[in-house]
Every structure is written in C-alpha cells, then in structure tokens.
C-alpha cells in the first residue's frame, strides 16, 4: 500500500498522513509552518540552494495526482497524465487523496510570499505528475505510469509506495528506465504493515528509501532490510496538502520524496552525470550511521545533501550495458572493496637456464664417478 496513505482506512501514529491540516489563512500560520520544516535545518538546505535548486530537472511522481491549485505548487506542475479514468481524461493535476500533493511539495514546492509556506528541496525543479490508483499493484497502472514518465522527460521518479508481491510488467519497466538514465526512488516501506522491503524499491538499481527522526536516528517506522540504499527524514513531515492547506505525517514516503528531491538538485548541477553517477555521489558522501559502512537501517547512511553537491567524489564504474546498476555497487568510501592479492612472481628466465644447467653438469659429474 501507499507508505504514507494508511490515514483513509485509519488513524495511525506510524501511516499518519495530514491527520492535521492547518489553513493558511493568515501568513503568520504560513511562516509557522516553515517553521515546522524540521527537515529543511536538518538538512541544511539554505546552504544546499546556494550551490542547486534543481533547475531544469522534471520529476516524475507516480502517485495520487498533484493538485496543481495549492498556492505553493504555483507554475511547478506540468501537465501529466491521469491512468485512472477510461479514455485518459485528465493530466494528474488533480487529487481526491492527497498523498501525491504531499509528495509533489516535499520535492519542489516553492512557498510564497518570500519565506511562506513549504519549501521544497528543489524549488525550482518542476513535477510531472502521474495519477495511478491509490494502491500499488503488481505490474498495472503504476509500470504504465512509470513507462510514460520516461518518455515524457523525467529525469528522477519518485514512487512514495510498496507492494510485498513483485510483477514482470512493473520490474521491466524499473528495468527500462534505469536503461534510459533516470534515478529511480522507492519507499522502503512502513511497519507494521510492511516487515521486509518492499518493491519496487526492492529491485536492483533503485534507491530504497528507510527513514529517520528528528536527531537522525532511524525511525521506528521504516522498515529495514539488505535492500535498503539511504535514509531521509521521515517523522512529522510538514507539507502542502489539499485545498491550499499544509499537512503533517510520518513515513518513508516522505524519506522518498525528500531523496527524490536530493537526487534532482544533483542532477541540476552536474548534468553530465549518468544516474549511477547520481546515485554513487549521494551514497557516497552520506553520513555513516548504525555500523560501519551499509546496513539494513540507514543504508550508506544518512542523505548529506551539501556534501553531495560540493564534495569530491571519484567516479565510478559503469555496469554492464544492459544491466541496472545497482546503487550498492557503486559504493561509497566507508564500504571498502578488498584489496586485491599480491601479484605471484615467477622464475626469471637466466636463473631457470642456468639451474637446468647445473643439474645436467652435476648429473654427469655423477655418471662419471660411477663408472669410475
């Protein structure tokens, strides 16, 4: 199910999503909720937007639709499409749940009135918003969603939701599009519903997005798992929601977002990177969390987004054509690949001639004492 979208069928501290909305009907309440973007000081964003703001980098958000009306999404929403009427009616630019919206501001809201409202962490960075059904499926509308966001330009996808079951539509399409150069993000998955990571954020080549709180610790919330690839904030999340009003929720589909968001500003400043290249300077300047190197909670660790703009970071290898990277193989500094064994040397050519040499002498030498 949607890794945030439990709210519909139920109240729960750990699927929260916009159980609270607040209207902003006066911009102290927008400033106030700036305010509450934890997330933004914890990720040191100011700084980040002085080096990236995501210019020139289409999202796609395969979810609920967007509602294009929210004053914070203003001129940051291109026309999508809606997979869940017949004939195609509609370009995602509308949404009855929510969860989509919530999405499209963690990613690239742009406030208003100077420092009101939400901000997202590529504001300047445009969604191209992809309504599927509320649920995902095995293969279906969200492998469909997926195919037409990279023919449609998107260079990052961020798929906020999991499915325990796999399906041969919707990994070739993570497959295809990982062929084609986009940065694929995925939900981990939220417990207690989810136990395991989920696909398709389980699949090769995807970032597997885990969560954490607010001091950085992994959120009880996020599920953990071999799979998982980074960890983003995921607890009491500010966002836009419906009807120009703002929500908070906790999951790891805002970790998702948030990430989706990271992997956009990186792609705005260094568009000549291929996605494995995105992928690799994301993990690789990652703050280390739980033990050394990846693990099941934080993956490579926590997102640092400055440092994944501003530091130094060697390339790494291409895969394969033809086979998705996997974001594990292009490894960061602190999962150090075992050094190589030593050369074997072997026997000069002078020194073997010349021991051949001296047995035959001494084996003559021998012949020659007993005939005597």
């Given at each position: 199910?949607?890794?945030?979208?439990?709210?519909?069928?139920?109240?729960?501290?750990?699927?929260?999503?916009?159980?609270?909305?607040?209207?902003?009907?006066?911009?102290?309440?927008?400033?106030?909720?700036?305010?509450?973007?934890?997330?933004?000081?914890?990720?040191?964003?100011?700084?980040?937007?002085?080096?990236?703001?995501?210019?020139?980098?289409?999202?796609?958000?395969?979810?609920?639709?967007?509602?294009?009306?929210?004053?914070?999404?203003?001129?940051?929403?291109?026309p999508g499409i809606d997979l869940t009427t017949t004939g195609r009616?509609?370009?995602?630019?509308?949404?009855?749940?929510?969860?989509?919206?919530?999405?499209?501001?963690?990613?690239?809201?742009?406030?208003?009135?100077?420092?009101?409202?939400?901000?997202?962490?590529?504001?300047?960075?445009?969604?191209?918003?992809?309504?599927?059904?509320?649920?995902?499926?095995?293969?279906?509308?969200?492998?469909?969603?997926?195919?037409?966001?990279?023919?449609?330009?998107?260079?990052?996808?961020?798929?906020?939701?999991?499915?325990?079951?796999?399906?041969?539509?919707?990994?070739?399409?993570?497959?295809?599009?990982?062929?084609?150069?986009?940065?694929?993000?995925?939900?981990?998955?939220?417990?207690?519903?989810?136990?395991?990571?989920?696909?398709?954020?389980?699949?090769?080549?995807?970032?597997?997005?885990?969560?954490?709180?607010?001091?950085?610790?992994?959120?009880?919330?996020?599920?953990?798992?071999?799979?998982?690839?980074?960890?983003?904030?995921?607890?009491?999340?500010?966002?836009?929601?419906?009807?120009?009003?703002?929500?908070?929720?906790?999951?790891?589909?805002?970790?998702?977002?948030?990430?989706?968001?990271?992997?956009?500003?990186?792609?705005?400043?260094?568009?000549?990177?291929?996605?494995?290249?995105?992928?690799?300077?994301?993990?690789?300047?990652?703050?280390?969390?739980?033990?050394?190197?990846?693990?099941?909670?934080?993956?490579?660790?926590?997102?640092?987004?400055?440092?994944?703009?501003?530091?130094?970071?060697?390339?790494?290898?291409?895969?394969?054509?033809?086979?998705?990277?996997?974001?594990?193989?292009?490894?960061?500094?602190?999962?150090?690949?075992?050094?190589?064994?030593?050369?074997?040397?072997?026997?000069?050519?002078?020194?073997?001639?010349?021991?051949?040499?001296?047995?035959?002498?001494?084996?003559?030498?021998?012949?020659?004492?007993?005939?005597?």
């Amino acid at each position: 199910m949607w890794a945030c979208l439990g709210w519909a069928a139920r109240v729960c501290t750990t699927l929260l999503l916009a159980a609270v909305t607040i209207a902003p009907a006066k911009p102290a309440v927008a400033d106030d909720i700036r305010n509450r973007q934890w997330h933004l000081r914890f990720l040191n964003i100011a700084e980040a937007h002085r080096h990236s703001q995501g210019e020139g980098v289409v999202v796609g958000v395969i979810d609920t639709g967007v509602d294009a009306t929210h004053p914070d999404l203003a001129n940051a929403v291109l026309p999508g499409i809606d997979l869940t009427t017949t004939g195609r009616v509609g370009d995602g630019r509308t949404d009855i749940h929510g969860h989509g919206t919530v999405m499209a501001g963690l990613i690239a809201a742009r406030g208003h009135d100077r420092n009101a409202g939400v901000l997202g962490i590529a504001p300047k960075a445009t969604i191209l918003p992809v309504r599927v059904k509320r649920y995902l499926e095995p293969g279906g509308r969200v492998s469909e969603g997926i195919e037409w966001a990279v023919r449609n330009g998107a260079r990052v996808i961020c798929i906020a939701g999991s499915n325990d079951s796999t399906g041969t539509e919707m990994q070739q399409a993570i497959e295809a599009a990982i062929r084609a150069d986009v940065v694929v993000v995925a939900a981990a998955g939220n417990r207690p519903d989810d136990r395991t990571v989920s696909f398709p954020a389980a699949y090769p080549g995807v970032i597997a997005a885990a969560g954490v709180d607010q001091h950085g610790n992994h959120a009880s919330v996020s599920v953990t798992g071999p799979e998982v690839v980074l960890a983003a904030p995921a607890v009491d999340i500010v966002s836009t929601y419906l009807g120009s009003r703002y929500s908070h929720g906790t999951g790891t589909s805002n970790a998702t977002a948030i990430i989706a968001g990271a992997a956009a500003l990186v792609r705005a400043k260094y568009p000549n990177l291929t996605a494995t290249q995105v992928i690799h300077r994301l993990t690789a300047t990652a703050t280390d969390k739980g033990p050394p190197g990846r693990d099941e909670q934080y993956g490579y660790g926590v997102i640092d987004i400055v440092k994944a703009l501003t530091a130094d970071v060697p390339p790494t290898p291409e895969p394969t054509a033809g086979t998705p990277a996997r974001p594990s193989v292009a490894g960061p500094p602190h999962d150090p690949v075992p050094p190589a064994p030593p050369p074997r040397r072997g026997i000069p050519i002078g020194l073997l001639a010349a021991s051949t040499l001296t047995l035959g002498l001494l084996a003559v030498a021998i012949a020659w004492y007993r005939r005597r």
